[in-house]
């Protein structure tokens, strides 16, 4: 049970950092609601402000991609 908690402290340790180094306000945010939060859909959509769940899926999509590619400056480091 150790190995789990630690391994869960872990990975949100990682995401956390990476969700801070994403330049896009609004990809942190929504990335910071759905995993940090751990937020729903419609939950997500009402902090960020957004009249529909489809706006919050769509900004969702965009902070993944960014958070790519911060993931892999970060493996090339």
Request: overall charge negative; proline content about 0%; aromatic content about 10%.
């Amino acid at each position: 049970m150790a190995d789990t908690a630690e391994r869960y402290a872990d990975l949100s340790e990682k995401a956390d950092r990476v969700i801070r180094e994403i330049k896009t306000q609004r990809y942190r945010e929504v990335l910071n609601c759905r995993y940090i939060l751990d937020l729903s859909w419609r939950s997500t959509a009402d902090e960020m402000d957004y009249s529909n769940v489809q706006s919050a899926y769509r900004v969702h999509g965009w902070a993944l991609a960014a958070a790519q590619r911060v993931m892999d400056k970060m493996s090339d480091m």
